[in-house]
T-cell receptor
Framework: TQLLEQSPQFLSIQEGENLTVYCNSSSVFSSLQWYRQEPGEGPVLLVTVVTGGEVKKLKRLTFQFGDARKDSSLHITAAQPGDTGLYLC??????????FGKGTRLSVIA | NAGVTQTPKFQVLKTGQSMTLQCAQDMNHEYMSWYRQDPGMGLRLIHYSVGAGITDQGEVPNGYNVSRSTTEDFPLRLLSAAPSQTSVYFCASWKRIGRMNTEAFFGQGTRLTVV
C-alpha cells in the first residue's frame, strides 16, 4: 500500500523554467522529508518539515507542508541541469519507519 | 566518516541460491531498515528494526530474513533467490527525536540480479 502519492511521475523541462512536485496522502504524518537521488547512489536528504503550514527554502527550492500535515510540495525556481534527479518524499509517523512515495523523475534540459 | 556501508555493491545469483547482504552503520542510530527499489515503484520497505534484538516486517517481507544482534549491523538474508527479487537494495539508518525522524542515511545500494 503506497501511502504517499507523488505527482507528476516524470517531468522534463527546459533550463530556467519553474516547476512544482506534489506529495499527497490520506494519512497524517508527524514529519515529512524530501530526498534527492542520483543514479547509482542512495537518496540524500534535502529537507524535513514538521509543522503544518511550514515553508522552508533551500536556495532555489521551496518546500511546503500542508496545514493538515497530509501533503507537501516542492517548488523549484529557474531549474538548472544540476537539478536533474529523482525526488522522493517520505513520511514518518509513530514508531514506524519512513514510508516513501514512488518519486518524481526530473530532467532539466540545457 | 563511513555512515552506512553496504556490501556487496553488485551480485548475480542463480535461482535457489541464498546470500546475505551486509549493512553496517557507525552513527549509533536506533532505527535501521531495508528497502528495495524497482523501476516505477519507489522504495518499498522489506524489514526494519527499532533497536538491537527487535525487528519487524515491512510491506514486502516474503523471501527475506533479518536479524539485529548489534546496534551497528543489520544483515538481510535471501533464503532462496528468485528472479522476482532482482532489484536494487538499500539499507538506511536514522534516529528519532521526539516525534520527528532525523535525516535517514542510506548506503550506496546493492544491485542484485537473479538469473
Amino acid at each position: 500500500t503506497q501511502l504517499l502519492e507523488q505527482s507528476p511521475q516524470f517531468l522534463s523541462i527546459q533550463e530556467g523554467e519553474n516547476l512544482t512536485v506534489y506529495c499527497n496522502s490520506s494519512s497524517v504524518f508527524s514529519s515529512l522529508q524530501w530526498y534527492r537521488q542520483e543514479p547509482g547512489e542512495g537518496p540524500v536528504l534535502l529537507v524535513t518539515v514538521v509543522t503544518g503550514g511550514e515553508v522552508k527554502k533551500l536556495k532555489r527550492l521551496t518546500f511546503q507542508f500542508g496545514d493538515a500535515r497530509k501533503d507537501s510540495s516542492l517548488h523549484i525556481t529557474a531549474a538548472q541541469p544540476g537539478d536533474t534527479g529523482l525526488y522522493l518524499c517520505a513520511g514518518g509517523k509513530g514508531n514506524t519507519p519512513l514510508v516513501f512515495g514512488k518519486g518524481t523523475r526530473l530532467s532539466v534540459i540545457a | 566518516n563511513a555512515g552506512v556501508t553496504q556490501t556487496p555493491k553488485f551480485q548475480v545469483l542463480k535461482t535457489g541460491q541464498s546470500m546475505t547482504l551486509q549493512c553496517a552503520q557507525d552513527m549509533n542510530h536506533e532505527y535501521m531498515s531495508w528497502y528495495r527499489q524497482d523501476p516505477g515503484m519507489g522504495l518499498r520497505l522489506i524489514h526494519y528494526s527499532v533497536g538491537a534484538g527487535i525487528t519487524d516486517q515491512g510491506e514486502v517481507p516474503n523471501g527475506y530474513n533479518v536479524s539485529r544482534s548489534t546496534t551497528e549491523d543489520f544483515p538481510l538474508r535471501l533464503l532462496s533467490a528468485a528472479p522476482s527479487q532482482t532489484s536494487v537494495y538499500f539499507c538506511a539508518s536514522w534516529k528519532r527525536i521526539g516525534r520527528m525522524n532525523t535525516e535517514a542515511f542510506f548506503g550506496q545500494g546493492t544491485r542484485l540480479t537473479v538469473v
